[in-house]
């Protein structure tokens, strides 16, 4: 059974920033792609940024600018650095990968980091 654990998330004012990271764990072959999403009450799940095995990225364009995706195969792990942030970045952020066993591919979920952003 593969693991995504997070961490990094807390409470920052405006302007702030914080390091989300997501460390995978268990049995697997390799790690295909990485993604962050988030979720604020009330709203859907949205897509933040991805990054391919090779380290192609791509972000929404609410975070463009001002978050850089990244990772370290070595490790397993995939980095959000946010930086300006600002309150409407509050929420619930998830990572996400594709990974690759001796069989298939399969998507996996963390548990969620909370990021709060005040005023």
């Known amino acids: 059974q593969v693991q995504l654990a997070e961490s990094g998330g807390g409470l920052v004012q405006a302007g702030g920033s914080l390091r989300l990271s997501c460390a995978a764990s268990g049995r697997f072959a390799s790690i295909n792609a990485m993604n962050w999403y988030r979720q604020a009450p009330g709203k859907q799940r949205e897509l933040v940024a991805a990054i391919s095995r090779r380290g192609i990225t791509n972000y929404s364009d609410s975070v463009k600018g001002r978050f850089t995706i990244s990772r370290d195969n070595a490790k397993n792990t995939v980095y959000l650095q946010m930086n300006s942030l600002k309150p409407e970045d509050t929420a619930v952020y998830y990572c996400?990968?594709?990974?690759?066993?001796?069989?298939?591919?399969?998507?996996?979920w963390g548990q969620g980091t909370q990021v709060t952003v005040s005023s």
């Open positions: 996400n990968a594709d990974v690759r066993d001796s069989i298939s591919v399969k998507n996996y």
